[in-house]
């Protein structure tokens, strides 16, 4: 009923939350269609909802105004290199999935790795870090030197920490699974401010910063270098499909996809 008010061009009003809930639903363990339907399901369900409600529906609208840039027709990034952000990409249909430009992401191991390959498509999809997504050139310089200079075995901008917390002496069983310790943790890094000086012929974008790189680090920016600058810059104009959960980076992940300079609604989707 949801998927199908929103094809419908059906209008959603946020409610004030001291008003109550409107609708009530009743669930008994086991009894329910919603329960017994599987994850991959609801995924794919999603997914279709996506592609007929903004891809196909924005392609639409753009042969109908000729004067609007075919954004979506070009191609869009992904956000999200992990599990959710390929389930995505592999959910979808096989003309729209071919418009997926390339990952983006914050962890060096993955961009590292350069692509992520599926056998069963004849298709490399390039792994590369969300700085280059910035449509403004000088944030776009200040994102990308950030990471250059990042000591991610301390800090990682947005990445949830998935290991578990060191375990702390509370006299309880350590393998109690209802241990509320080992909740996600996650990292404080902040987005650097704007500068006002643009950035140069010489800047750091094309030489490594003054610091020793860990081997990873390295990898991943020899890898992304190979990918042509005419590419890593077309990203600052491509429409983005943020498949990393919200509000669990204390802030950061918000504050990054803040920072390239993307209209929510427009050539800027959350999936997650």
């Not at 909802?49 to 753009?62: G, H, K, P, R």
């Not at 430009?101 to 790795?113: E, P």
């Not at 792994?127 to 250059?148: C, D, G, K, T, Y």
């Amino acid at each position: 009923f949801f998927y199908a008010h929103l094809h419908a061009h059906g209008r959603l009003q946020r409610m004030a939350s001291s008003i109550g809930p409107l609708v009530t639903y009743r669930h008994r363990a086991g009894m329910s269609q919603s329960s017994s339907t599987s994850r991959k399901l609801l995924l794919q369900l999603r997914v279709k909802a996506f592609e007929d409600n903004i891809l196909l529906q924005q392609q639409q609208q753009q042969q109908q105004h000729e004067h609007n840039h075919n954004r979506w027709k070009r191609g869009f990034v992904v956000w999200g290199a992990g599990r959710d952000g390929k389930d995505f990409v592999k959910s979808m249909r096989p003309e729209l999935r071919d418009r997926v430009v390339c990952f983006v992401d914050v962890d060096d191991k993955k961009i590292a790795a350069g692509h992520y390959w599926n056998p069963n498509w004849e298709k490399k999809i390039p792994i590369v870090h969300f700085s280059w997504l910035a449509s403004n050139p000088i944030q776009q310089e200040e994102l990308h030197n950030s990471w250059m200079n990042e000591d991610q075995s301390n800090c990682v901008h947005g990445r949830i920490n998935k290991k578990r917390p060191c375990p702390t002496n509370n006299g309880g069983d350590d393998d109690n699974d209802n241990d509320t310790s080992r909740v996600k943790d996650t990292t404080t890094c902040k987005v650097p401010e704007v500068s006002s000086t643009p950035p140069t012929e010489n800047s750091t974008r094309d030489s490594p910063p003054l610091l020793l790189l860990s081997k990873q680090k390295t990898t991943a920016i020899v890898r992304t270098k190979s990918l042509g600058r005419d590419f890593l810059k077309s990203l600052g104009s491509m429409p983005v499909v943020v498949c990393v959960a919200m509000y669990r980076t204390n802030g950061v992940l918000e504050s990054n996809v803040k920072s390239i300079g993307r209209t929510e609604g427009l050539d800027l989707w959350h999936f997650s």
